[in-house]
């Protein structure tokens, strides 16, 4: 009896002197010592034979549980000390691996984009997994905002819209789509685009809904083909669109169907302060 409580006794020193500071050590170690140096990703394809699903999901998993395990159970405070390199190389590989994944693109729209500002790596990954998950209307909803809302380059907000618009058939992708392809001073293709979905609409609030920013657009192209002349003819933008009116290239300001008022923007760009919404409706 004495001696199994002596190795009960030695067992529980051991774990004291060992195992805790062990413990502690490997929590505050940087990511890529926890996880172990990765081979490169064409090294690692081969190794994983045809395990490749599995080694995948294995390093999604590990990167979510370092990431879980660096977040402050309290108050939700990420720390400035989280390897973000190392995990972002690792859902690459993983990725690489197997382009199939939703949990990688979920991953690197959550962390890479709100909590590393890394937009562009982000939509890289995004559209990678576009040419693999064909039918997922996610990732070009989630690469497409991040292009209009923190990139603001709406030509390619415009086009990820579109598409999210046709995998899911979402009338509202399709309506931010025309709004983006206008604010990326393609107005008149943003017309032609929202006309061709007005007339597949099946639903008639939202045929009419389509033809009430149509209007908007086309009163916007006005106001835009009206400044190209007066750039022509005096060789710089007018500074108002009042000028536009003096000048006689409109016959009046058109009115914006949605209750705000036309304005030049200082990139000579054609705005309205309702901005193509009516006024309490979100603003798309």
């Given at each position: 009896m004495?001696?199994?409580?002596?190795?009960?006794?030695?067992l529980?020193?051991?774990?004291?002197?060992?195992?805790?500071?062990f413990?502690?050590?490997?929590?505050?170690?940087?990511?890529?010592?926890?996880?172990?140096?990765?081979?490169?990703?064409?090294?690692?394809?081969?190794l994983?034979?045809?395990?490749?699903?599995?080694?995948?999901?294995?390093?999604i998993?590990?990167?979510?549980m370092?990431?879980?395990?660096?977040v402050?159970?309290?108050?939700?405070?990420?720390?400035?000390?989280?390897?973000?390199?190392?995990?972002?190389?690792?859902?690459?590989?993983?990725?690489?691996?197997?382009?199939?994944?939703?949990?990688g693109?979920?991953?690197a729209?959550?962390?890479?984009?709100?909590?590393?500002?890394?937009?562009?790596?982000?939509?890289?990954?995004?559209?990678?997994?576009?040419?693999?998950?064909?039918?997922?209307?996610?990732?070009p909803?989630?690469?497409?905002?991040?292009?209009?809302?923190?990139?603001?380059?709406?030509?390619?907000?415009?086009?990820m819209?579109?598409?999210?618009?046709e995998?899911?058939?979402?009338?509202?992708?399709?309506?931010?789509?025309?709004?983006?392809l206008?604010?990326?001073?393609?107005?008149?293709?943003?017309?032609?685009?929202?006309?061709?979905?007005?007339?597949?609409?099946r639903?008639?609030?939202?045929?009419?809904?389509?033809?009430?920013?149509?209007?908007?657009?086309?009163?916007?192209?006005?106001?835009?083909?009206?400044?190209g002349?007066?750039?022509?003819d005096?060789?710089?933008?007018?500074?108002?669109?009042?000028?536009?009116?003096?000048?006689?290239?409109?016959?009046e300001?058109?009115?914006?169907?949605?209750?705000?008022?036309?304005?030049?923007?200082?990139?000579?760009?054609?705005?309205?302060?309702?901005?193509?919404?009516f006024?309490?409706?979100?603003?798309?």
């Amino acid at each position: 009896m004495k001696t199994k409580i002596s190795i009960l006794f030695v067992l529980i020193l051991l774990y004291s002197i060992i195992i805790i500071p062990f413990t502690h050590y490997m929590k505050e170690r940087p990511f890529v010592e926890k996880m172990g140096y990765l081979p490169a990703n064409d090294a690692l394809k081969f190794l994983s034979a045809d395990q490749k699903q599995a080694v995948g999901a294995s390093l999604i998993l590990k990167v979510l549980m370092y990431f879980g395990g660096q977040v402050s159970s309290k108050d939700i405070e990420v720390k400035a000390t989280i390897d973000y390199k190392a995990m972002s190389r690792t859902i690459h590989s993983a990725l690489h691996l197997d382009p199939y994944n939703l949990d990688g693109y979920y991953f690197a729209q959550a962390i890479l984009v709100w909590d590393v500002k890394q937009y562009q790596v982000a939509n890289t990954l995004l559209q990678y997994g576009m040419k693999y998950r064909t039918w997922d209307w996610y990732l070009p909803f989630f690469a497409g905002f991040n292009y209009a809302y923190f990139l603001h380059d709406y030509p390619n907000a415009a086009k990820m819209y579109m598409r999210a618009g046709e995998l899911s058939g979402e009338p509202l992708f399709k309506k931010l789509a025309g709004r983006y392809l206008q604010q990326g001073g393609q107005t008149a293709m943003a017309i032609a685009y929202l006309s061709t979905m007005e007339k597949g609409a099946r639903d008639k609030s939202i045929r009419e809904s389509f033809h009430l920013r149509i209007i908007a657009f086309k009163r916007a192209l006005l106001i835009e083909k009206a400044q190209g002349r007066f750039i022509a003819d005096h060789g710089q933008r007018p500074s108002a669109i009042q000028d536009l009116v003096l000048a006689g290239y409109l016959k009046e300001i058109p009115v914006d169907p949605y209750g705000g008022k036309f304005y030049l923007e200082p990139d000579g760009s054609v705005n309205t302060t309702s901005k193509f919404a009516f006024a309490g409706v979100m603003n798309h």
